[in-house]
């Protein structure tokens, strides 16, 4: 597609304001990528957004259009000279949430954000990948302080993830049993098995399970906390670390609800959000081709649908992501 034939406007999901959780669909101009800085131009597929995200805005100076979604599926349309990924390459990336987002039918993506999509999935499923995934990875392999992939210090670590059924949580799962971890997961009865197939060693029922006097209990010690949730789940996961364990948030700093009455020594805490990496996700786009793991989509709606979608996101129920799917009332 050349720029003879774009469109002269097209559709955007528009979060109303900073202080506002109002979402509306919108025309917008085609964006205009900027060579100079690395952007391409995509044609959106699919889209995704992550739970919580309407309330970013509040939490940092924003001085631009929001318009939702950073996880993309899509094909290049143009591209600096230098790219790798030239017009016709079938892509996806999280894109920074400092540029506007990718609920809209085109969007801007630099080189560095971008990787090559598994040949395997869908649309769909592609733009589940990208956040989810690479949190999970940079988890792991820059913030654990383990090792990198495949290092034999995994062997047998043991490591609980909170809120398994998750976005992130299934690739925490996944991975983690790809390196030959124990993964713990804790999750309702109704996701119990499906968190058990994904890779999990053993369950942990958030509904049932006194987390401080499971911790409690020497054998049940782990090596490493990946917590998702935040809050209460924090808190109760602290109890489970073993002396010289590691502890990290991806929802909330650790050390804001460390339990007072707590005894444990050598503790790492740490608090990240992910950088949105192709390199990392080519990482990943490798073991989904080889059937080593693959992401999970809990329900698909498209552009139009965009207040249902939000309401399941938001519902704190979905197992794996919500999606948009932008070619759903374009198909022919």
Same mark, same amino acid.
């Given at each position: ?6 469109? #002269? ?17 919108? @025309? ?66 999280? #894109? ?27 649309? $769909? ?48 799962? @996944? ?49 490493? $906390? ?56 080519? @990482?990943? #786009?490798?073991? $989904? ?7 999970? $989509? ?35």
């Amino acid at each position: 597609m050349n720029a003879q034939s774009l469109p #002269t406007s097209i559709r955007a999901l528009l979060q109303a304001s900073p202080t506002s959780r109002t979402v509306t669909l919108v @025309q917008r101009p085609v964006p205009s990528p900027d060579p100079s800085k690395d952007e391409h131009l995509i044609r959106v597929h699919a889209a995704c957004p992550c739970a919580g995200e309407l309330n970013w805005p509040t939490m940092v100076a924003i001085d631009k259009e929001i318009i939702t979604c950073n996880d993309v599926a899509g094909v290049v349309v143009s591209a600096p000279p230098s790219s790798p990924f030239q017009p016709g390459t079938e892509v996806y990336a999280r #894109t920074s949430y400092w540029r506007p987002g990718d609920a809209r039918d085109y969007t801007i993506a630099t080189t560095e954000e971008l990787a090559h999509r598994a040949k395997n999935l869908s649309w $769909v499923e592609s733009a589940a990948v990208p956040l989810s995934a690479e949190t999970a990875w940079q988890a792991f392999f820059t913030h654990s302080g383990i090792g990198k992939f495949g290092s034999e210090e995994w062997k047998g670590k043991r490591i609980l993830v909170t809120a398994a059924a998750g976005g992130v949580g299934v690739w925490l799962v @996944q991975i983690g049993a790809l390196l030959g971890a124990r993964v713990v997961g804790t999750c309702g009865p109704r996701n119990s098995e499906f968190v058990r197939g994904l890779g999990a060693t053993e369950i942990l029922d958030y509904h049932r399970t006194d987390f401080k006097a499971w911790g409690l209990q020497p054998e049940n010690k782990v090596d490493l $906390v990946v917590d998702c949730v935040g809050g209460k789940a924090l808190e109760d996961a602290w109890w489970t670390l073993k002396d010289n364990g590691t502890i990290i948030g991806i929802v909330q700093p650790p050390e804001q609800k460390r339990p007072e009455d707590l005894e444990v020594t050598g503790v790492t805490d740490k608090f990240f959000i992910m950088s949105p990496s192709g390199k990392d996700l080519e @990482q990943v #786009t490798k073991f $989904v081709e080889e059937g080593k793991c693959w992401p999970v $989509v809990d329900s698909v709606w498209s552009l139009e649908q965009f207040e249902p979608g939000y309401e399941r996101l938001e519902s704190g129920h979905a197992r794996g992501k919500v999606v948009f799917d932008l070619m759903l009332n374009v198909r022919k």
